[in-house]
């Protein structure tokens, strides 16, 4: 089949899913299927291909003719969309069931299948209004999918501020698709690098796509909309909707011309967004936000090998710019598969334990043994640990980066700080998640709800051993993922064809291998040592004391401590604490919390001035007609001044 | 089949040398100290003996208690695989090599940390807390370290970054990357290997629960790190290409026992800093490594 016909059978088993999903569970997760499979299909047959696809026709939509177009870019996000819009469907059929949520799980299903045929529609359109719509529609779909447990005012007031957020950045989409129109004389999309009066717009672009994708200042509403969105939710909020901001900055700075300083400020974004978003991610105590924070970090690490190949643009065409951009690329599939891996083990203890703060958790793995062991690996994949494939992407991002160092141009003024600023969040990425597993996972269980844990079903372990299998299939043989990954690149900019990139992804790809068999077998080894020699079980060594309580364990917040201090300036931490005090203390306590500093320090005053501005100027508007007159009036002398005194120059 | 031998030759000597530097650094402390002081050996009789005894889990720990440390020793020696040897180059060479051996010895953390974290004791917490905290400060003085020998001999692989001179800046670089050495290796004034006081500690109180041939493993992984990050601090100041082979290998084995006596002499010397002034002293080291950074690339425009 050709990718159009492959699109047009996903289109319809999508639009079947929206329809039949509120009734039908089983039928809608096969449509939905179908559907996933259906688009990653034509996705791989174009990134494989040398062709792209590319339909207009002649029906025409709000005045505008369909324009649809799939290249390796979008072929690119439209494979990690089905996969994991894919494995999200199976989970959410037992994660969030029809016997546990009642009145919310049809509607949930509905707004997958919508989720997922808008997001592919952004990605298809070739068309500026279209487009739009496309992204409207993704928008509100996502929003009603985050506030699907609305009973929960939290939930609610995360719904708000993404929807609020999401309109911000939708606002400056509008200024940008219609400014493009009015230059351009028309709404069509597509390569015009040689009209060089346009760069500006990547400025409006950039921060319209930026509060989508989550770039540090602008992310105030994705820890929240995260945390309060059941896991699945998250899962494709943070594996790929924030991607299409991603998506809109690469693919509107691969067709447009880009200012010269555009490199620099992206890469900027990246490394202030990878550093910041992970120092909030490691004092975190509730593992979704944690998640979420890091989602930011990763968006960071995608941004910089961006930022890298829009910098080696303006340094003509250097080669190290390609691998930057393809790093950035895969980095796009990684971050959406093991992103979406943790969000789902996330679920699965929440769904277990029913809490999100892992002060209340531990010991998780001897009930959650699966669920346990699958976290551990995503967390080694987001540490960037090899032979995962997340260090696969950075060790590109970092070639590229390095490349530019050593070539001693301007650029290496940028890629030096990112550089090391990228090495210490890929330090503080592995802290976190040494945190959060140890949290979660070991040790003895810090409360009855996490005692009382049980390991989720197949449904929901399913789709994680599936995207293990990806983690670990893009970390072993990495080789096989570059001819996709190269062929993206080339469609972003077409002069890269050409150049020849050295990067010994097969060489990477056997040692990983040969790590893996080494570490099984040392791991067998001292296993099999350990028995021969006798093993024996006895308490935990706390310097002789004989009755340790699991409350004596070290806490989230003690692990991120000594972080936490250097990053105080930013992070704000609010503390409350009474001290013991006389010969018999009574009662000691020290609360620490972390606020969203962003939002609530810096967001929230300014909207506050902006709303007290416009409440003062509303006083004008109080209904009496005398004064009505009066401003009339004063208005009409005030134009005659004016006419009066440009008559008298 | 030469590839295989090479290999096994080449893991021989890093796993037969390494536990000898803790001796050597033992002997020097000794002897400053007026003492006689433990065999140089000492170790390798450890070894031994831990790997014939019998292992007490603790009732919290999972199967990963004793994975970790065989997945931090694999993962340090992987990196020493990658690390060239003087003039015999290493036995597996490719571009961007040395940021794989960085991230190894970052896995090597992460599974010793995960596996302290298995007990579930505050101790244990604590030098978790500690080891991947002030990690994030040495990673960024080590990548500052690598981009500064990058930059100067324009290459990303390590047998080519490592084989000229560093000039001016190897002075800077040698002392920042002395102080990685002895951050990384849980040496003094960052930890005391020998104190027994827990509240203290980074590194031995991560392994305060293990025990037999996983404390082996622990033990003989420590060596081995310390023994890479000696032949790379002597192989990045040194210049190794401009040489003979045999006074290549002469200059390297030099180096190294002047690096660990260096370490033992620290160590008698110095008192074990405050952990509030841990930070400072990391820092230190990546302005020292990033002066190196400078002084390279204005070494190599003029």
Redesign the interface.
């Known amino acids: 089949m050709t990718p159009g016909e492959l699109l047009l059978l996903a289109a319809v088993s999508l639009v079947a899913g929206i329809v039949l999903g509120p009734w039908l569970s089983r039928i809608w997760l096969a449509f939905t299927l179908a559907g996933a499979t259906a688009g990653l299909t034509a996705a791989l047959s174009v990134l494989l291909g040398a062709r792209d696809w590319e339909w207009r026709s002649a029906f025409s939509l709000g005045g505008e003719a369909v324009h649809l177009r799939l290249d390796g870019l979008s072929a690119m996000f439209l494979a990690l969309l089905c996969v994991v819009g894919g494995a999200g469907a199976v989970y959410a059929r037992e994660y969030w069931s029809e016997e546990h949520y009642r009145a919310s799980a049809p509607r949930g299903r509905a707004w997958w299948s919508a989720l997922l045929s808008s997001m592919g529609l952004v990605l298809l359109c070739a068309n500026g209004l279209h487009f739009l719509i496309g992204w409207e529609l993704f928008t509100v779909s996502a929003f009603f999918l985050v506030t699907l447990g609305r009973q929960r005012p939290e939930v609610r007031a995360a719904g708000r501020l993404y929807l609020l957020a999401s309109h911000v950045g939708t606002v400056c989409l509008f200024a940008f698709f219609s400014t493009l129109a009015v230059r351009t004389g028309n709404w069509d999309l597509g390569p015009m690098r040689e009209q060089a009066g346009l760069s500006p717009l990547f400025w409006i672009a950039l921060a319209g796509f930026g509060v989508k994708a989550g770039v540090f200042p602008l992310h105030v509403w994705l820890p929240s909309a995260h945390a309060n969105a059941p896991s699945h939710v998250s899962a494709i909020m943070s594996g790929v909707a924030i991607k299409m901001g991603i998506y809109g900055i690469v693919r509107f700075s691969g067709w447009l011309p880009v200012p010269a300083a555009a490199g620099w400020v992206v890469m900027g974004l990246g490394a202030t967004s990878a550093l910041l978003g992970i120092a909030f991610a490691f004092a975190q105590n509730d593992f979704k936000r944690l998640l979420a924070y890091c989602s930011v970090e990763n968006i960071g690490v995608i941004l910089i090998g961006g930022g890298g190949a829009l910098l080696a643009v303006t340094h003509g065409d250097a080669p190290w710019g390609r691998l930057a951009l393809a790093g950035a690329l895969l980095h796009v599939w990684n971050h959406g598969a093991f992103k979406a891996l943790l969000f789902f083990g996330a679920g699965s203890v929440l769904h277990a334990t029913g809490t999100q703060e892992m002060s209340k958790l531990g010991g998780l793995w001897r009930t959650m043994p699966w669920t346990a062991g699958l976290f551990v690996v995503g967390s080694l994949a987001v540490s960037g640990l090899p032979p995962l494939n997340g260090f696969v992407s950075e060790w590109l991002v970092y070639l590229g980066l390095f490349d530019a160092v050593t070539s001693k141009g301007p650029a290496a003024w940028a890629a030096t700080p990112a550089a090391i600023m990228l090495a210490m969040a890929g330090a503080l990425a592995m802290a976190s998640f040494a945190k959060a597993g140890a949290m979660i996972f070991l040790g003895t269980p810090r409360t009855q709800v996490a005692a009382d844990a049980h390991e989720s079903g197949m449904g929901m372990r399913g789709p994680m051993l599936a995207l293990t299998g990806l983690c670990v299939m893009i970390g072993f043989a990495p080789i096989l993922f570059w001819p996709m990954v190269s062929r993206a690149v080339e469609s972003w900019r077409p002069a890269w064809t050409a150049v020849e990139t050295p990067a010994p992804l097969a060489t990477l790809g056997s040692v990983h291998v040969g790590l893996a068999i080494l570490v099984m077998a040392a791991v067998a080894g001292l296993w099999r040592m350990a028995h021969v020699n006798g093993l024996r079980r006895g308490l935990t060594w706390d310097c002789g004391y004989a009755t340790p309580l699991a409350r004596m364990q070290y806490t989230s917040a003690s692990f991120g401590g000594i972080v936490a201090g250097w990053f105080r300036w930013l992070l704000q931490p609010e503390r409350k604490m009474r001290r013991p005090r006389g010969h018999f203390p009574a009662e000691a306590i020290r609360l620490e919390h972390i606020p969203e500093t962003v939002l609530e320090r810096i967001i929230g005053p300014i909207s506050v001035t902006i709303i007290q501005v416009s409440t003062s100027v509303r006083r004008l508007q109080h209904g009496r007609l005398q004064f009505y007159i009066l401003y009339v009036v004063a208005g009409l002398f005030a134009l005659g001044a004016v006419v009066l005194l440009g008559a008298a120059q | 089949m030469n590839f295989f031998l090479e290999i096994i030759l080449r893991l021989s000597v890093w796993l037969l040398l390494a536990p000898l530097l803790p001796g050597i650094i033992n002997k020097v402390k000794a002897w400053v100290a007026g003492r006689r002081g433990p065999p140089v050996l000492q170790l390798y009789y450890d070894l031994a003996k831990l790997?014939?005894?019998?292992?007490?889990?603790?009732?919290?720990a999972?199967?990963?208690f004793?994975?970790g440390?065989?997945?931090a020793?694999?993962?340090l020696t992987?990196a020493a695989m990658l690390m060239p040897l003087g003039p015999a180059g290493s036995a597996?060479s490719?571009?961007?090599d040395v940021?794989?051996l960085?991230?190894?010895l970052?896995?090597a953390?992460?599974c010793t940390?995960?596996a302290a974290?298995?007990?579930?004791?505050?101790?244990?917490?604590?030098g978790?807390?500690?080891e991947?905290?002030?990690?994030?400060?040495?990673?960024?003085a080590?990548?500052?370290a690598v981009?500064s020998l990058?930059?100067q001999t324009?290459?990303?692989s390590l047998v080519t970054m490592l084989s000229p001179s560093t000039g001016a800046g190897a002075v800077l670089l040698a002392a920042g990357l002395f102080t990685v050495l002895l951050a990384e290796n849980c040496r003094v004034p960052f930890d005391d290997p020998n104190t027994h006081l827990?509240l203290t500690m980074i590194h031995e109180v991560m392994v305060?629960?293990h025990s037999?041939?996983?404390l082996a493993?622990i033990l003989h992984g420590a060596s081995v790190k310390l023994l890479l990050f000696a032949v790379l601090l002597v192989q990045a100041v040194l210049p190794m290409g401009e040489l003979s082979s045999a006074a290549a290998a002469g200059t390297l084995v030099a180096g190294v026992l002047v690096v660990t006596v260096g370490v033992g002499m620290v160590e008698s010397l110095m008192a074990r800093l405050a952990f509030r002034r841990v930070?400072l002293l990391l820092t230190t080291a990546f302005l020292l490594c990033l002066f190196a950074?400078l002084v390279a690339?204005k070494g190599?425009?003029s």
């Open positions: 790997w014939r005894k019998g292992v007490v889990l603790s009732t919290l999972s199967p990963g004793v994975a440390p065989a997945v020793w694999v993962a992987g597996l490719f571009r961007g940021l794989l960085i991230y190894l970052a896995l953390r992460f940390a995960w974290m298995e007990t579930g004791s505050a101790f244990e917490g604590m978790a807390a500690r991947v905290s002030y990690a994030v400060l040495a990673e960024a080590i990548i500052a981009l990058s930059v324009d290459s990303v827990e305060l629960d037999g041939p996983p493993a930070p950074l690339w190599g425009a």
